[in-house]
């Protein structure tokens, strides 16, 4: 995993808990900021995943190149 995939899974998590949170107390806005945390991390998380996919692909063609 790579920093991005680490944060963006961290903002996730904490969007999460401020979602629920906002939902128990009945505070929207709470909940609403809780739910768009969650989907920057979801999108941060995946687009970390994306990046290291990208990486293991180059690297393993130059491997296959320098054979």
Do not use: C, F, Q
């Not at 996730?12 to 906002?22: D, L, S």
């Not at 920057?40 to 998380?45: D, F, L, P, S, T």
């Not at 970390?48 to 393993?60: F, N, S, W």
Request: aromatic fraction near 0%.
């Amino acid at each position: 995993m790579n920093k991005d995939e680490i944060k963006g899974k961290a903002k996730n998590i904490k969007g999460r808990v401020k979602e629920a949170a906002g939902a128990l107390a009945g505070n929207r806005r709470l909940e609403s900021e809780g739910a768009s945390e969650r989907a920057e991390g979801a999108v941060r998380k995946e687009a970390g995943t994306a990046r290291r996919k990208i990486g293991e692909a180059v690297a393993d063609l130059g491997k296959k190149i320098k054979r």
